[in-house]
């Protein structure tokens, strides 16, 4: 028989930390091991009871909820930490996010969904609550398409200047004098620029340049 998905309920508020406790005890394949009460609690528990999943408040006493998701992360990557909080601004959405958090709900969340959450968590799922999902799904959305806008993301923004002074014609001795570099670090940028473009030549790197919009504007 599997064993059930083990689960810490980190919230501040006994009540809500409780019924959530509750809520989960009552399926089957989920076991609460265990709840805290505020950050430093929480990564304590976490490492005394290495839970599979740790619902975690961001607005506690202490430490509080982001500090302590970067904690467990970092010392427990096998434990995957779900956000569930009344915070839906995106700071507190994106600093979970970066502190390790795998999934991010709101405590409007009906059980069900937290179970699900919890169970998708436990897979190495990310998951977050509907509204939260769409600003995350935005977010990616608007930064590959800033990505996309920039010529040659591969290329560091050193690299992609070398790239266009080689494609504006000019030798390795004048970019150094223009960028205030030595030759030798120049030969080295234009050779970095080669690998990542996978270009064989130069000339084949000012092409491809060129087609980017690098290099001097086409004659009218």
Known sequence: MTRP??????????????GVADALGDEAD?????????????????????PD?????????????????ARIAAAQPETSVVVLTMSDDD???????????????LKESEAGDIARAVRAAARSEAVFGPRIAD?????FASSRARAAAVPFPELTDRE?????????????AAIAARLYLS??????????VLAKLHAASRAEAVALARDAGLGPAPAS
């Open 183 to 192: 030759e030798k670090t120049v030969r080295n940028r234009v050779s970095d």
């Open 135 to 139: 600003r995350v799904l935005a977010f």
């Open 53 to 69: 999943v740790v619902l975690m408040d961001l607005r506690m006493p202490g430490i509080g909820g982001v500090p302590a998701t």
């Open 160 to 172: 992609r200047e070398v790239l266009d002074l080689v494609a504006h014609g000019l030798p390795n």
């Open 91 to 105: 700071d507190s959405v994106f600093a979970a996010l970066r502190a390790g958090a795998r999934g991010y709900l």
């Open 5 to 18: 998905i083990r689960v810490l309920v980190v919230d501040d508020h006994p009540v809500y930390r409780d």
């Open 30 to 50: 989920l076991e609460v091991v265990g709840t805290a009460a505020d950050g430093e609690a929480a990564v304590a528990e976490a490492a005394r009871l290495r």
